[in-house]
């Protein structure tokens, strides 16, 4: 019998029970030593939820089930790959209780322990909650009902801010990007519609996320789209007067691309990277009389900053931004791109 056709009878089977129940399994034919593991073993923090992750993208899914099932019935498996990780149990084969395992976490996603805030955008209701989807509960509060708000976008739905609209996240010190004495690595991530403002004035950008309160002069960092159309970060250090920032040095084009920019906590602009399209971009940093961010009461906005009040609104629309406690890899960008 095929591997796809023995996973789909497993599955179906009402012996085999899932994860969220409090009893995994009842099959008597299963191995009793991997029957107590996972009778005993909290599925969503088991290393084995790693590692029946083969493809590393955080989700147990086909991709995966696609890479065990080229392992299925080999009994040539060894430490240290045990057949590429197929042999979850580790016994030199690739058998049933492997696929009962695999079954067993099937669909689950792990969470990852750098993500700060995951602002999927997706939210459309006739209310002003905005839903942070990481677990962190880093929820916001639009200016507008989310059902107005809501249009068509990259990841699902998204918001468009027109110009007009903002949404707020209250401070946290998760937030704020340093231990005090020295900077700590972050990156932001985020789908974004481009679009030339129908009036261009000098130096007013359009803000992607902010975590600057100018009017308390409490200004940490910044993610905007400029006038000339270029992807900049800005950090700010307060207390020196201190700028890092880059820029991209081509403008975006016109309509949505995937944008991230990291910090490496270097304090310095060469410390700072942009990306478009997954693809790490040419660009022009900058830094002067700079030692490190502060941890101010400033919140934090997508869609705009505070610069007088409520200002430097988004143009257009904005999808699946996200913020991490990390300085992400090129390859960790790509993947999120691809995703």
Same mark, same amino acid.
């Given at each position: ?21 409090? =009893? ?53 498996? *060894? ?17 049933? #209780?492997?696929?009962? &395992? ?13 993500? %700060? ?21 880093? #929820? @916001? ?25 903002? =949404? +707020? ?23 974004? /519609? ?9 130096? &007013?950008?359009?803000? &992607? &996320? ?13 993610? =905007?789209? +400029? ?35 990291? /910090? ?24 002067? *009389?700079?030692?490190?961010? +502060? ?5 934090? /906005?997508?869609?705009?900053?505070? /610069?007088? @009040? ?7 629309? %904005? ?5 991490? *406690? ?14």
């Amino acid at each position: 019998m095929k591997p796809a056709i023995i996973f789909a009878l497993l599955v179906l089977t009402p012996t085999i029970i899932f994860a969220q129940d409090p =009893v995994y399994f009842a099959d008597p034919d299963l191995d009793a030593a991997v029957q107590a593991e996972l009778e005993l073993t909290d599925p969503n923090t088991a290393d084995m939820l790693e590692m029946t992750d083969l493809n590393g993208d955080s989700i147990i899914n086909f991709e995966d089930f696609a890479m065990f099932s080229a392992f299925w019935m080999n009994q040539s498996c *060894a430490d240290p790959n045990w057949c590429l990780g197929s042999d979850f149990d580790e016994s030199g084969a690739v058998d049933n #209780n492997d696929l009962l &395992i695999f079954c067993n976490y099937w669909l689950t996603q792990i969470a990852d322990p750098y993500l %700060v805030a995951h602002w999927s955008l997706d939210d459309n209701a006739e209310n002003t909650f905005v839903t942070d989807i990481s677990g962190n509960n880093h #929820n @916001g509060t639009a200016s507008v009902n989310t059902s107005v708000l809501s249009a068509p976008g990259q990841v699902n739905t998204c918001f468009d801010f027109n110009a007009a609209d903002a =949404v +707020r996240i209250d401070d946290h010190d998760a937030f704020s990007f340093t231990t005090g004495a020295n900077d700590l690595p972050f990156s932001i991530t985020a789908w974004v /519609y481009v679009t030339t403002p129908e009036v261009e004035v000098n130096d &007013i950008p359009q803000v &992607i &996320i902010s975590k600057w309160d100018f009017d308390i002069q409490d200004k940490e960092w910044l993610l =905007v789209i +400029r006038p000339d159309l270029t992807l900049s970060l800005q950090l700010v250090d307060d207390d020196n007067s201190g700028v890092v920032k880059a820029k991209t040095s081509a403008a975006l084009s016109e309509g949505w691309h995937f944008v991230a920019a990291t /910090y490496d906590a270097t304090g310095v602009g060469n410390g700072i990277a942009l990306y478009v399209e997954g693809a790490k971009m040419p660009q022009t940093p900058s830094s002067g *009389a700079y030692v490190r961010m +502060r941890n101010t009461a400033a919140d934090v /906005y997508l869609g705009a900053r505070v /610069y007088g @009040g409520i200002n430097d609104y988004f143009t257009d629309r %904005v999808d699946d931004v996200r913020l991490f *406690a990390k300085c992400l890899s090129a390859e960790e960008i790509s993947n999120l791109y691809s995703y």
